[in-house]
C-alpha cells in the first residue's frame, strides 16, 4: 500500500511521500543573476562559486513511523576544495560508498526549523549513482534530531502544509 497522508492545511488525502529540494545552494542565489554565466558552475549534483566555494547535492533522510520509505530534504553542502576534487573523481562511479565521508557545512534554509544554514555535515557517498546521504552533526538541534529520532506521519503532513500551502493571513 502506498504511503498516503491527511494534508494539515487543505484536509485532503496526499499518497507518496513527499520529498522537497532546492535547485541550487543558498550561496548560488548570493550571487547577482546577471553574473551567474561567469561566476558560477551549476548542475543538477554539483556548484562552484567563484571558483573556490565547492557544493555538492545530497539528501537528508527523515525516518518516518512505521514507513519503509523515508521523508526526504534535497540539499546542498559545501565541501573542501581537497573533498570536491575526491567527489568530482568518483561522481560517476557505480562503486563510490566507500569513499569518504566527507565533512561539509549545510548551505540551505529548510522553513519548518530555525537558522539551519552552516549545520555541521558528514556527506556519505551511495552506490549506482544515488546521490549522497547528508549526515548531519549529532547535536540538539530540531532537524538533527529528527534525523535520528523520525517524526511521526502527522509531521510529515505539517511540513507539507507549510510548504505547500499558503499560511492564513
Not at 520529498?19 to 549534483?45: H, K, M, N, Q, W
Not at 556519505?124 to 538533527?144: M, N, S, V, W
Request: charged letters at 25%.
Amino acid at each position: 500500500m502506498a504511503f498516503e497522508f491527511m494534508c494539515a492545511s487543505c484536509g485532503e488525502m496526499h499518497q507518496g511521500m513527499p520529498a522537497f529540494g532546492a535547485e541550487a545552494p543558498l550561496s548560488y542565489y548570493d550571487v547577482p543573476s546577471s553574473e551567474r554565466s561567469t561566476r558560477c558552475t551549476l548542475s543538477s549534483d554539483t556548484c562552484t562559486v567563484n571558483g573556490k566555494y565547492f557544493f555538492v547535492r545530497g539528501c537528508i533522510e527523515i525516518p518516518v513511523d512505521g514507513e519503509i520509505e523515508p521523508f526526504s530534504w534535497g540539499v546542498w553542502v559545501s565541501l573542501s576544495e581537497e573533498s570536491y576534487k575526491k567527489w568530482l573523481e568518483f561522481e560517476f562511479s557505480d562503486k563510490r560508498s566507500h569513499i569518504g565521508p566527507f565533512f561539509g557545512w549545510l548551505n540551505a534554509e529548510l522553513m519548518p526549523y530555525p537558522e539551519t544554514m552552516n549545520l555541521k555535515t558528514k556527506l556519505h557517498l551511495r552506490d549506482q549513482g544515488i546521490r549522497p546521504f547528508i549526515e548531519l552533526e549529532p547535536t540538539d538541534h530540531p532537524l538533527a534530531v529528527e534525523q535520528r529520532q523520525g517524526i511521526s506521519v502527522a509531521r510529515v503532513a505539517e511540513i507539507y502544509a507549510m510548504l505547500m500551502h499558503e499560511r492564513p493571513a
